[in-house]
Every structure is written in C-alpha cells, then in structure tokens.
C-alpha cells in the first residue's frame, strides 16, 4: 500500500490526557499537512510540513497541540491536557512540491483520519 | 470574507443526469489552484480534479469536469451520466501561495444524493 497511513484509526480518551497521531505520508512526498474535521464541516487546516521544517501553524493550533517530523518522513501530532472540543477527525495529507512557477497540480493525498473522542 | 464558499449544502440529481456543484473563491494571489475532493460516507478525501489559475482550458477527468470562470472567480465541478456511487460530500478547495507558505482552504462542502 502506497497511500498516505495513519495510526490510529480511532481513540477515545478522557479529558485531560494526552494524545498523540502518527501519520505515515506517501515516500516521496516532501509536504505533509494536518487538518481537523468536524461533523458536517470541510477540513480546516492545522499545520504544513515542507520536508521537516513546520513552516506554517494556524491560529487554531493552541498551545496544547504540536508537530514534529523529525526526519522528513513521518509526522506525530500531539494533544496535551484534551478537552471535549477537540473530538473531531484529524486528517493528514501530504503532497510533492516544487518550484512555485512548476507547482504544477500538487494535488494533497489524504490518510484515512483519525476520529479523536474526548469524553 | 469566505475564501472559499459552496452555497449549497445538498443537492439531489437522478441517476445518469448531469449535476453542478457550485463553487466561488477569492484570493489575491495570482498564481492559485483549485480543486475538488469528494468525500464519502467512509471517511477518506478523494482527489477528483485540478484546475490551474493559468489553464486556459478547463479541467476534464472522466465523468468529471470544472467549468472554470476566472474573472467571475468560480469553479464548479460538473458530473455527468450521475452514478449512485456518487452520493458524497463533495469539497472545492484553494490552494495559495501567501507569505511564502502555501495554503490550503476548503469550502463547507455540498452533499449530493444521487437517485435511483
């Protein structure tokens, strides 16, 4: 299987513990981006990786969420101290991209999520 | 200001018609994508098609289609010969280069019914 993975599939935790998402991107994609997703919503945009630089956070990621991917492969997603609203699905995509003028489609290949419950 | 907006929440269309998801967006940079994603009751986004800023053509993958509008800033997505398969959500998205970064926006989605 060469499509984008992620583990696991499905957590529930009880508020206040800490949570952690692995995603595996297709190998030679060089971009990897976190999105959150609630029910009957697009996803919303979380964090991009160009390689292993974190070049872009959003405002939505609070101090209680962080990335990492050390080594330009796999991305973790960690959530400290989780509270009820942070129940959604995260989803992660990764892409190939280039120079801005040869960007071509850079289309974004998505995992199949992971639905995060906080109870 | 919406970045992104897909007026219609739902839209029913009977098997084998044709069907048009409406999307608009807004950026200001010059250099832009668009794409559609579909969304089934599984979970997983689906890449159906993509639109340069640049094409002068619009965009064709099989049974889909784009029918790019540049200066009235819109981008729907077209389905023709409507198959029950294709009952989804279905997302327009942006992608934009702004302060060096790339961004990707996505509508709140339409979801189509199709009828047997």
């Known amino acids: ?119 | 200001a919406q970045k992104i907006t897909q007026t219609q929440p739902g839209m029913f269309v009977q098997e084998k018609e044709a069907v048009t998801l409406d999307c608009t967006y807004d950026t200001s940079d010059p250099s832009y994508g668009l794409f559609w994603y579909k969304q089934p009751s599984s979970g997983e986004m689906i890449f159906l098609i993509y639109q340069g800023s640049y094409d002068q053509q619009n965009a064709t993958e099989g049974r889909y289609s784009l029918n790019f509008q540049k200066a009235r800033k819109s981008a729907n997505l077209v389905i023709s010969a409507s198959q029950l398969g294709d009952s989804a959500m279905y997302f327009c998205a942006m992608r934009e280069f702004l302060s060096g970064t790339y961004k990707y926006i996505f509508g709140t989605g339409t979801r189509l019914k199709v009828l047997a």
């Not at chain 1, 595996?24 to 997703?37: F, G, K, M, T, V």
């Open chain 1, 1 to 119: 299987d060469t499509g984008v993975s992620q583990d696991p599939r499905h957590k529930i935790t009880k508020r206040g513990q800490n949570v952690t998402f692995r995603c595996d991107p297709i190998s030679e994609h060089n971009r990897l981006y976190w999105y959150r997703q609630t029910l009957g919503q697009g996803p919303e945009f979380l964090t991009y990786f160009q390689n292993e630089a974190q070049l872009e956070k959003s405002r939505l990621l609070s101090d209680r969420f962080s990335a990492e991917r050390p080594k330009g492969s796999f991305s973790t997603l960690e959530i400290q101290r989780t509270e009820q609203g942070d129940s959604a699905m995260y989803l992660c995509a990764s892409s190939l991209g280039g120079e801005v003028r040869r960007e071509g489609q850079g289309e974004q290949f998505f995992g199949p999520g992971t639905r995060l419950t906080v109870l």
